[in-house]
């Protein structure tokens, strides 16, 4: 995957950007897994098709936080890096419901 090399300023254009992008047409919804690495808090995101029901594996969000903001929001996308964080490229969920609290921090100890 190349890099994409995206840069949004400030709230109302990181905003914009999710609004965008959280709606484009391919996506029927994502979901949100705490995780975190080298000490910085961050998420698994899974998305699922609009037509399909079942969770897969899209990204690692990791957060830079500075003072109480988050300074920078740095994106790695695609499920090849959910197995080295403990966490299922297809999660188990419950009659369609959001992944719960899977998986393990990596490199917060």
């Known amino acids: 995957m190349p890099p994409w090399r995206q840069w949004f300023l400030g709230r109302d254009g990181i905003r914009a950007f999710f609004g965008w992008a959280w709606t484009f047409g391919k996506y029927g919804g994502f979901r949100l897994v705490p995780t975190a690495a080298n000490r910085q808090p961050g998420f698994a995101m899974y998305s699922r098709g609009r037509k399909g029901p079942e969770w897969r594996a899209h990204s690692i969000h990791l957060l830079t936080l500075q003072d109480e903001s988050i300074a920078a929001l740095t994106i790695f996308v695609g ?30 100890r």
Request: aromatic residues 6%; proline residues 17%; glycine residues 14%.
């Open 79 to 108: 499920p090849q890096l959910f197995a080295a964080f403990g966490l299922p490229a297809v999660p188990p969920t419950q009659d369609g419901a959001a992944p719960s609290r899977l998986g393990r921090d990596r490199g917060t």
